[in-house]
């Protein structure tokens, strides 16, 4: 079994989602969204850092993936945005886990077979996904797909390693 953390980062509201990944099949674990407190961006970066590695701390993933950053109309949005994913990842790999990143529009194509999908459709078909009893929360749901992405991918490199590794015999 494999268990996975996946994030999509913001500089307001961080979501995270924890999924189990057995003989290829997902299970949910637990997801949420951080609310970043007003402050100096210093301090919200710190709150991202410690939120994001205690959740590690207690689910103890094996593996990571992040949303990329899509380059915004607001060069400053943007730039707290690129700041928050970073706090996101040094919290991953100061534990131990390799991280994998993904733009939006591969994990759109991943949940929902469509990379220009809006929010409204990832978080149903993350309800669905893992038949969840309500729709997750917008930012939760994204950090789902991103779990659900990378397992997707992960997937597919077994399969082409195995195949390359036939072929090579």
Request: charged share 20%.
């Amino acid at each position: 079994m494999v268990r996975l953390i996946g994030i999509d980062p913001g500089s307001r509201k961080t979501g995270y989602g924890v999924i189990d990944v057995h003989a290829h099949q997902h299970r949910y674990v637990a997801a949420g969204v951080l609310s970043v407190p007003k402050g100096e961006l210093a301090q919200r970066l710190e709150y991202i850092f410690t939120e994001v590695a205690e959740i590690v701390r207690i689910y103890q993933p094996t593996e990571a993936a992040v949303e990329r950053v899509f380059m915004n109309r607001n060069a400053d949005s943007a730039l707290k945005l690129g700041q928050a994913r970073g706090a996101a990842i040094c919290a991953l790999v100061t534990r131990q886990l390799s991280v994998a990143e993904y733009s939006a529009k591969q994990v759109k194509q991943a949940i929902v077979g469509w990379g220009g999908a809006d929010k409204a459709q990832i978080q149903q078909m993350v309800q669905r996904i893992f038949n969840l009893d309500s729709l997750p929360q917008e930012d939760a749901a994204d950090a789902l797909a991103v779990a659900v992405c990378h397992c997707q991918q992960r997937i597919m490199r077994q399969r082409l390693k195995q195949v390359t590794e036939r072929v090579s015999e």
